[in-house]
């Protein structure tokens, strides 16, 4: 006997279920800063559906997972570091835990709440630094806000300060603690913060790397750069190093590996990555091996205006790089050859992302730039946005899910949607 379904409940079922759209880490889903989302090109007031303060002012990006916001703020004169939980789609506070980090060494645009939190479906994990004992931490909560775990990742030594991105796989956090002392990778069991495992890195120049974790036969691999180990991938499940590209790095490393060939629906990977003083280049990963390779494995480099903080993006088929003052690149992904070059008359830190397939890019200076980047650059619009007096300049990666865009700029969030 055939069941009968109303149309109301059909029409339901085939309706996306936008309450599971997640940005879990820095960039979105596997690092990519692409989706699909249809979001505002124009920004101001007929598409701004709500702003908030925050706890405080810092450069970390917002996460999401379903309808939980979590970012981060800090209170400088406390010495303190708030994990917000907010509502995505109503911008309501649904709670706020404290972390006391006192005070520590760091560069004058770094700052105590410069790290953004990651996420999964049964926690969110923030990092900071412990101002009193001198140490780096990993703090878990649950989606309520109760306090989960504590980690101790230790002693910290950079020029710049601390700032240590997880990402979160398959109930495992990845982080790399890559500094000037004691480096290492690590994986932690996600609900109890227990050690899986933990995998010694040679320690120079720091890097403030976010892991990539991508598919390789077989399993995952875990992706890092450093100026002392050079690219190097390490398998997921129990941290051992399979290969290494050694002395391609001669500065610390801030952009984060990036799959350029993603999305592009080809089988192979092409990994880009680079440091200060204009290195940036994309090598070919062997998908099986054990120990170093050569630099025969650099498929193409780029030449001049390289990026230096923000991570480009790619397509799959085109990628685009924003130097920190203002020229935004475009590669073509398979062989790194310039396809055009735009100046966009600002400063960034912020990552580019592509959305609708429109390229995104927030400027240091408070000005979101929307281009048509199909064929060619074609400018979309440009909106400026009032950063206020709580921080100097707006340094956060915007967020993306529910066909909204979150822009964090210093001590306030800000979500727009088309009406």
């Known amino acids: 006997m055939k069941r009968w379904i109303s149309p109301l409940a059909t029409l339901l079922m085939a309706i996306p279920l936008m309450g599971l759209e997640t940005w879990p880490r820095f960039r979105g889903e596997d690092g990519r800063g692409v989706s699909d989302a249809k979001v505002p090109t124009d920004f101001g007031q007929d598409t701004l559906k709500w702003s908030v303060p925050l706890a405080g002012p810092g450069s970390s990006s917002p996460v999401i997972w379903e309808d939980a916001l979590f970012v981060t703020g800090e209170d400088r004169e406390k010495g303190t570091v ?45 990092s900071w630094f412990d101002g009193a004992k001198k140490v780096a931490m990993l703090t878990a909560f649950d989606h309520a806000g109760k306090r989960l775990w504590d980690y101790n990742v230790g002693a910290f030594k950079g020029q710049h300060g601390v700032n240590i991105h997880v990402d979160i796989t398959e109930g495992r956090v990845i982080f790399g603690h890559l500094h000037q002392g004691d480096a290492y990778l690590a994986a932690l069991d996600a609900k109890s913060g227990k050690e899986i495992w933990k995998t ?162 927030f400027s240091r200076e408070g000005e979101m730039i929307v281009a048509s980047v199909a064929d060619g650059y074609k400018e979309l619009s440009r909106s400026r946005l009032e950063i206020g007096p709580e921080a100097e300049w707006a340094d956060a990666t915007p967020a993306v899910a529910h066909d909204c865009l979150f822009v964090r700029i210093g001590a306030r969030l800000d979500c727009y949607g088309n009406p």
């Not at 006192?102 to 790290?115: I, K, L, V």
Request: proline share 6%.
């Open 82 to 126: 708030a994990l917000i939980c907010l509502d995505a789609k109503s911008g309501k506070s649904r709670w706020s835990q404290s972390l006391q980090v006192g005070s520590y060494h760091m560069h004058r645009f770094n700052n105590t709440a410069a790290a953004s939190p990651a996420a999964s479906a049964d926690v969110v994990v923030a």
């Open 200 to 361: 010694p890195c040679p320690g120079d120049k720091t890097s403030y790397v976010t892991p990539l974790v991508r598919k390789v036969d077989g399993g995952k691999e875990v992706v890092v750069s450093s100026q002392s180990m050079g690219v190097a991938g390490f398998d997921f499940a129990t941290g051992k190093q399979r290969w290494v590209l050694p002395g391609v790095m001669k500065q610390r490393t801030i952009v984060s590996p990036i799959n350029v060939l993603s999305g592009s629906g080809r089988n192979e990977t092409l990994i880009a990555v680079g440091c200060k003083t204009g290195v940036y280049f994309a090598m070919r990963p062997p998908e099986s091996a054990e120990g170093e390779i050569t630099r025969s494995a650099i498929v193409w480099s780029m030449k001049g205006n390289t990026p230096y903080v923000p991570t480009p993006i790619s397509n799959g088929k085109t990628v685009f790089a924003v130097s920190d003052g203002g020229v935004l690149s475009a590669l073509n992904a398979a062989d790194g050859k310039e396809k055009w070059k735009e100046k966009l008359m600002g400063n960034f830190y912020a990552s580019p992302l592509i959305i609708g397939g429109n390229l995104y890019c």
